[in-house]
C-alpha cells in the first residue's frame, strides 16, 4: 500500500514565497473591499478606518495560529488534519473539512454571479447563464492546466486588483487631512457616538474583508520549503492587505463624505471616490478591474477547494478517487472536475447571497475549532513543534474573537448554518469515513 502511493504522481512544488504572497493577498483582497466600504463607512463615518483596524486585529490572531499550523503539518487539507490530529475524532474532522469547503464553493458561485451580471453589462446584454458556464468552464481549464499557469493567473488578477486600491489612494492621497477621522454618523441606532458596541460592530462587518488567509494552507503541498514559507507568506499576506484597506478607508471619507459612499443610488464607492480625486478616468475601469478581482476570487477558491478535496481524500475523509493526481499535467483533476460541477450547480440557482453568508458564519465556527486545536497541540507532550510558534495567548484570543463575531450574527443565517451542518452530518452517516491514522497521511 505505501510502495503504491509512492509510486503514484504527487502535487508538483511550484509555489514560492511571491507566488504564495500573491495568492494570499489576491485572496484576501479579492472584491470584497470594493463593496465593503460603503457599507461600513455609513455606519461608522469618518472612523470606519478603525473598524478595518480592528478587524485586522481579529484577524491577524487567527493567522497567527494558521500561520504556526502550517509550519507543523504543512499539506493540503490541514484545517482538517490538526483537527484530526487534536481530538481524534474523525466527524469533527469531515465537519470542519467540508464546511471551508461550502465556503469555498459559495464563494465561487457568488463570483460566478457577479461577473456574468457585470460582463453581461459591459457586453450589452450577453445570457448570464452563459457567461457563468464560460466563466466557470475558463476557471477549470487553468486550474487542470497546473498549479504554475494557476499561480501566473492569480498574479496577473493580484496585480490588476491591488494596483486599482493603489490608484486610489495615490490620487485621493492629496485629500488626507480634510476631515475629522473619529467623526460618526448621527442618529445611529443603538450607538450615541465612537465608543467599543460601535467599533465592534464595525469589526465584525470588515472582519469578511480579511477572510481568505486560512485557504493557503490548502496548497502547502505544492509549495517549496513549506515549513518556513508558509507562515511568512501568510503573515505578510494580511499584513499588506491591512495596510491596503486602512489607505483606502482613509482615502474615502476623505474625498467622499461617509453617508455619499454608503449611498449606492450615487455609484459604487470607488467610483465615487475616482469621480472626484480623478474626473479624468473612465468610469468602466472600475467596472474591469472588478471583474478581475471577482475572477481572483473564484480562481483562488477553486484552487483551495480542489486541494482541500484532494487532502481530505488522502485522509480517508472524502472519496478516495479525488485523491488522485494527473500524471503530466500534477493536479488533481477528479477533484477539480467535481467541484466544477457542483459550484456550477449552485450558480445557476442565483439564489446563494443568504448561503454565503452562513457560510462565512460557518467559517468562524471553523475558525474557532482551529484555534483549539492549536492550543491542545501546544499543550500535549511530545508533539513536534514548528518553525513559526505563537504563544497559547493567541489562539485564546482567536477563540474570543471568533465567539464574540458568532454572537452578532443574526438569527436567519443561524438557521441556514444548522441546515448546512445538518447536511454534513448526512453525508457522514452516509459515507462513513473513518480518518486515516496521523502516521498514514502524507507529509
Known amino acids: 500500500m505505501n510502495g503504491a502511493r509512492a509510486s503514484s504522481p504527487t502535487l508538483a512544488r511550484h509555489i514560492g514565497l511571491l507566488f504564495l504572497i500573491a495568492y494570499g493577498v489576491g485572496d484576501i483582497v479579492g472584491s470584497g473591499i470594493y463593496g465593503t466600504i460603503g457599507v461600513a463607512a455609513g455606519m461608522m463615518g469618518n472612523a470606519v478606518w478603525l473598524a478595518f483596524a480592528a478587524a485586522m486585529v481579529a484577524a491577524m490572531l487567527t493567522g497567527l495560529t494558521y500561520a504556526s499550523i502550517s509550519s507543523r503539518y504543512p499539506r493540503a487539507a490541514g484545517a482538517a488534519y490538526v483537527v484530526q490530529r487534536a481530538f481524534r475524532a474523525p466527524l469533527l474532522s469531515y465537519l470542519v473539512g467540508l464546511a471551508v469547503m461550502a465556503s469555498g464553493l459559495t464563494s465561487i458561485a457568488t463570483a460566478g454571479n457577479v461577473f456574468a451580471r457585470n460582463l453581461a453589462v459591459l457586453l450589452g446584454g450577453a445570457p448570464p447563464w452563459l457567461l457563468i458556464v464560460a466563466f466557470l468552464g475558463a476557471l477549470t481549464a487553468i486550474n487542470l492546466w497546473g498549479i504554475r499557469e494557476s499561480m501566473w493567473a492569480n498574479l496577473l488578477c493580484t496585480v490588476i486588483e491591488v494596483g486599482g486600491l493603489i490608484f486610489i489612494i495615490a490620487v485621493g492621497m492629496r485629500y488626507w487631512g480634510g476631515v475629522d477621522y473619529l467623526a460618526t454618523p448621527q442618529g445611529v441606532p443603538g450607538h450615541s457616538g465612537l465608543g467599543l458596541s460601535m467599533l465592534l460592530t464595525g469589526a465584525v462587518l470588515t472582519f469578511y474583508s480579511f477572510v481568505g488567509f486560512e485557504d493557503m494552507i490548502n496548497v502547502a503541498e505544492e509549495v517549496k520549503h513549506p515549513e ?93 478517487y479525488l485523491g488522485a493526481v494527473h500524471a503530466r499535467r500534477r493536479t488533481p483533476h477528479y477533484a477539480i472536475l467535481t467541484l466544477f460541477a457542483v459550484a456550477l450547480a449552485l450558480a445557476l440557482t442565483g439564489n446563494i447571497p443568504t448561503l454565503a453568508r452562513a457560510t462565512a458564519l460557518l467559517l468562524l465556527s471553523v475558525f474557532a475549532v482551529i484555534n483549539l486545536s492549536l492550543l491542545v497541540l501546544k499543550a500535549r507532550r511530545g508533539e513536534a513543534r514548528g518553525h513559526f510558534e505563537v504563544p497559547a495567548w493567541v489562539p485564546a484570543g482567536g477563540i474570543a474573537t471568533c465567539l464574540i463575531m458568532i454572537a452578532h450574527a443574526k438569527r436567519g443565517e443561524l438557521a441556514v448554518v444548522g441546515a448546512l451542518l445538518a447536511v454534513i452530518l448526512g453525508l457522514y452517516a452516509l459515507m462513513r469515513p473513518k480518518g486515516l491514522p496521523e502516521s498514514g497521511a502524507q507529509r
Open 228 to 320: 518556513r514559507t508558509l507562515p511568512w507568506g501568510l503573515v505578510v499576506s494580511v499584513a499588506i492587505a491591512a495596510v491596503l484597506y486602512i489607505a483606502v478607508s482613509i482615502t474615502a471619507v476623505s474625498v467622499v463624505p461617509a453617508v455619499e459612499l454608503a449611498d449606492i443610488s450615487r455609484g459604487a464607492p470607488l467610483v465615487q471616490i475616482t469621480g472626484r480625486a480623478a474626473p479624468w478616468l473612465s468610469p468602466w475601469v472600475f467596472s474591469a478591474i472588478t471583474l478581475f478581482a471577482v475572477a481572483n476570487t473564484a480562481l483562488i477558491n477553486y484552487i483551495m477547494g480542489s486541494r482541500l478535496a484532494y487532502g481530505m481524500a488522502r485522509q480517508g475523509l472524502l472519496p478516495r
